[in-house]
């Protein structure tokens, strides 16, 4: 029996080149009039499916950290260096669309009739990357009216049912964050000393109002703009309220992980805050990326059918403009900008918090 280091291993054999580059089967090479472009389109979306596969190798990895009770600080390192990569891959596929956009929409009709009824809505690594971020069959746009697993054979619908009962990543992320010790600590409640800052903060603005020289009218909308930011305020702080906008759909993220991801934002600057942090803020990325690839998609497929139905059957550019307003997952981590408040405001931690949260070492 022959070892590893006994078989000849080559650049062509180790990338089983002879498999990758013999796998473009251009369906128009059959027909009078082969399309030159169909190759550059099969290569394109080949390649967006060998980056799906490397998203869901670190995605799966940072999700394994997070599945126990307790999260090795060292892992948080790690996972935002991977998310960071997965991020740059996003990247990539969105500047991929340039180079299939020198492909003229006369030049895809050569061919796109074959395609039917192929869609790139077909991609399952693309689905199972979508459920891997926690995004739930009840918050996606139908598919041609139907739902989305009715498109995949039953092998694969199984597949897709079964990992929609595995916690995704914003599971994991909402569990982390529950979890953070500091919301609550010997003589500070970080509730009730935010609460007390923001209501400092709106005084001390209303103040500034009302010795200006706005006219009532200004001093009356202002006062308007002011009542609306203190409902945002409110909702956040207020439990009852935030299990309301998520009972409506309009919030999803719980209230205690809310709070700690805010309490993260707020705190930054803080050593031990510092990767999580960074975590949050990748995490964003990648969820903000992948909604600009989806629009830059549906913007690129405008160009090339404009209105027409898709190969698949679905709206075309509407179902895909639709789908990059609305299948966001983090959008609660998004909006914790709305809570933010200046750094001068903010509430100053105990003594005694504040060495937790910095790399205290006493000099013996």
Not at 159 to 177: D, H, I, K, M, T
Not at 245 to 251: F, H, K, N, S, V
Not at 271 to 276: D, F, V, W
């Amino acid at each position: 029996m022959s070892s590893h280091s006994d078989r000849e291993i080559s650049y062509g054999s180790y990338l089983q080149l002879n498999s990758i580059l013999n796998s473009q089967s251009p369906v128009s090479s059959d027909t009078p009039s082969p399309a030159h472009d169909e190759m550059l389109f099969i290569i394109i979306h080949q390649v967006y499916e060998l980056w799906f596969k490397q998203i869901l190798h670190e995605l799966d990895s940072v999700m394994s950290m997070f599945r126990e009770d307790y999260v090795d600080e060292k892992n948080i390192g790690v996972a935002v260096s991977r998310l960071e990569r997965v991020v740059e891959i996003e990247k990539v596929i969105i500047d991929q669309i340039r180079i299939l956009e020198t492909m003229t929409p006369l030049d895809f009709l050569e061919f796109r009739n074959l395609l039917t009824p192929a869609s790139g809505f077909q991609s399952l690594q693309f689905r199972i990357l979508e459920i891997k971020l926690g995004l739930r069959t009840a918050e996606r746009i139908r598919y041609s009216q139907t739902a989305y697993q009715h498109h995949y054979p039953e092998g694969e619908q199984t597949l897709l049912a079964g990992l929609e009962q595995q916690a995704s990543l914003f599971e994991l992320l909402e569990n982390w964050l529950e979890r953070t010790p500091f919301l609550e600590y010997t003589g500070f409640n970080f509730t009730r000393t935010f609460r007390e800052a923001v209501e400092q903060m709106l005084a001390a603005e209303w103040e500034m109002v009302e010795n200006s020289a706005m006219s009532v009218g200004e001093k009356e909308q202002r006062r308007q703009m002011m009542e609306t930011n203190r409902r945002h305020f409110e909702s956040l702080l207020d439990p009852a309220q935030h299990q309301q906008l998520i009972d409506e759909g309009r919030r999803r993220l719980s209230h205690k992980a809310t709070l700690a991801a805010l309490f993260i934002h707020l705190y930054r600057d803080q050593p031990i805050l510092h990767l999580p942090f960074q975590l949050l803020s990748a995490i964003v990325d990648v969820d903000e990326l992948l909604s600009t690839w989806r629009y830059r998609h549906a913007l690129m497929v405008l160009r090339m059918i404009g209105r027409k139905t898709g190969t698949g059957g679905s709206a075309g550019y509407g179902y895909l403009k639709a789908t990059a307003e609305s299948h966001r997952v983090f959008a609660d981590l998004f909006n914790l900008s709305t809570f933010l408040i200046p750094r001068s405001s903010l509430p100053a931690l105990p003594e005694s918090l504040e060495t937790k949260l910095s790399f205290h070492f006493s000099q013996m």
